[in-house]
């Protein structure tokens, strides 16, 4: 049952949600969840409405004119999304493949509602975890010598594909600035650390070589700085002494798996607003 | 900074939230958080409201007259608290001093805001960690044939102090239903285990006894029917086949006062309201 | 690389940690690990051993003449595992095939080390679940009026397979006790509530009913008594009253699948010692 | 109930457990707990072993002499623990309270084992917190024109008063390198912060500002470079965009009186051997 979802932000003032509900109700729309945040710091105002599709009397193509006076009232930079659309979500993956395997999961319980037309694999040893849901998977290899070739050729395919959304499922190939800001929070990668805490390569072995008591996991929307665009999703686990780097592989996957479904779920519910280099999560 | 805190629960319906923020902005108030939610089974609907208190056109003496309006309209249950008065709350203790020492504790730091006119015990070993913060401690022994005295003792000194929170930091003793029918949603308990499993006496010794993996505490408000109240606020502990009984009661003292802890941080903060045998807690 | 794994339990005594290092080391064998417990209450002593592969003297012929001078001095019971066969395992499924996709996906990263000769399922809904890993799948549905005959089937295959551990991946069907005394700490089963609480059928819709903070999930070895049985692992999530009965579902699936995998690898890696209705957990 | 504990480490052999296990056993000693732990990478061994103090004929007087053949057969560091003598731990404190008086009510109720025969405070505002529990409380406070003799007088302070253990409870002054020297791997400190992430100083503050979804708490010996010694305890706790530095600072004090408290208990059970800058961990 389609919803239509409303993000907006703007500087704090008294009258917004007043505002804001007053107009919803003024054309018949039912609020179903209604979550706000003030930063206090910067004086900004976040807020998200999730309104019942039935009843309501703006459509894709009305609500923009409607909805222009209260925009312009209170300054507001504002998204809104019908649920008529599903948004369209491309995987780039490398060898490793838990996560993978673990989003095409969720996806198919239902868990996680979009279309994913294709995965894109640096290797092809998970072309067929991707074909047996019937899904696309290109190879598209990237060496030293064809890094910008082949990241155009992957562009041309996110653009043909029309994709909202990327994600990197244990992707490790760095992005380049163009790419990156061709999709501002609109690109989760999974680092397989508690950040700010080992960044860069091989964290587990990075964790273990600091005798860390716990190895965590970081979901994040990715920026053209490697491992530091804003947080969405951390978890921890506990290891010990006797856990080897393999162990933390292990152990970590489970991590990783969670935390970046939890991430792409977050964002495919439109419950993620950026707010300078952090998130704004309505769970 | 005293702010308002308005706490709604009705039918759901179209167009509550416009009317309760509309309300609001009309009298001049600025809304610091609004939360809501709608228990989908039940078609009920509740909301929380804090406003600023600076340049709120409304007062204690003049709210109810101008709000009534909306109540009716929508047949709301409501309540508001005004940060002018702070609520009052008495903690009953019996032996164990963990979670009545943690109390305190937060208490002097400020996380706890409230009054505390005094503390009651079934024994009197307590008496210096209460009293070295300036606060009363009355001791009311409970015995087997005092025990309707004893009860009628206490009520009379929580209704000459005053009391809006009693607080049972791990007391021991059942109160008598007519006790619990005068402070409905007023009392919170800790029990030391993770409701509904191991209710009643010893829980630690049935936890061990059953050989669970981890151990839990709930606090929850207290009802006519013993441990069977709604559930505020649960956690766990991963324990294992070394731990004895006793190393259930010491890891289990770190659960039960940060649990307790919590709850009664959210009842004084106006965030819990009950919706059948359940809690719906905005925090 | 193989290693030979000795688990002991007996009446505690002086000197039994030196007599199997002693016997151990005069043999040639070299301790990897060596874990031991002592239940105070009982005064039963468990013990696993650990010996690498390379260098150690006895082998499956050998060994029990050897060893018999020491058990019979401590009154032991013990069981030895020769890392030259791989446990095999079966698993039993209903409807919902989120315990043994897991399952399947960790057999095929090494993570859980063991044959797997085939599934049985009571539905043939996850049959290319498991065909595609090259695991037979079996259906056998079980009705009212065929549940003795269906048993009867299942147990043949079990035999026929020579099949050391039955792990029921949300199989949902009760097994007779003649089934069950056959597999004595050899069944391992998924139930998705932290035991005690919620026995018995649909516990997240109980979990719900009842307006708990956290649900759970609880692997154990399956006895005569429903839901009894000695518990292995379990872990709890947080939930809060947004959360409907098919949240709790969905989130209940992330904390089944890592409860059962964490049961099913303990006990192929011998890491698991039934005392009384307890487990000792050598992890 | 006196105990015997003693720590080893040497390089791995074959026949250690088996050459401790039959010493002990010789001299009419009942292990009671026995770990050991080899590093794959280093190749070191490490042992910990507890004895029931009933029956082993070996004291303080006499251990030494008999146990040096096999300590020299494998080459081993070892000390041994006699329980008839308390550690003798001193605490170091700067304004804020909460760990010492977690520290101090912990000890008051026998679940850290020590004497303590006084508190070291750079400022006197926790004199009473101290004073209560009849311990000693001396201000020393260090200003940057009088650093070096403070310490000095401190250090004097420790010698008198043959301490074997400094915790560092939220003392937020940087110790010499002589002082450190002079105290290896006896010196615990609570780090606000998940270490590496936020190592320095105002780490909640550096959280809030990356914008973490976690907060962590880390205990650690104390060596010559600021945050960088062996870690012992971690642990995390979720944190949300709803979260001002000031909420994070809340929050955190429930971590760090636990992450600081198990250390220390860790320690006073001699449960901590520290390897090369990590520790191994016998819980």
Sequence with gaps: MATTRLLISCPDAKG???????????????????????????????????????????????????????????????????????????????????????????????????????????????????????????????????????????????????????????????LSPGFVADYPAQIINIHHSFLPAFAGARPYHQAHERGVKLIGATSHYVTHELDQGPIIAQQTSAIGHRDTVEDLIRKGRDLERVVLATAVRLHLQDRILVSGNKTVVFE
């Design 16 to 174: 917004i949600i007043a505002a804001v509900a007053g107009f919803i109700v003024e054309h018949g729309g039912n609020i179903l969840y209604a979550d706000q945040h003030t930063d206090s710091l910067s004086g900004a105002f976040f807020m998200r409405v999730e309104i019942e599709g039935d009843g309501f009397g703006l459509t894709e193509a009305t609500f923009a004119d409607a909805w222009q006076r209260v925009a312009d009232r209170f300054g507001m930079t504002w998204r809104v999304y019908w649920g008529t659309r599903l948004k369209r979500m491309a995987i780039l993956v490398g060898k490793e493949g838990h996560c993978l395997t673990d989003l095409l999961w969720r996806w198919s319980t239902g868990e996680l509602t979009a279309e994913i037309p294709f995965v894109i694999g640096n290797h092809d040893v998970l072309a067929a975890d991707v074909s047996r849901y019937g899904i696309e998977f290109h190879h598209e290899p990237v060496a030293a010598d064809n890094r910008d070739e082949q990241e155009d050729r992957i562009r041309r395919l996110l653009r043909a594909g029309e994709i909202d959304l990327v994600v990197l499922a244990r992707y490790m190939q760095v």
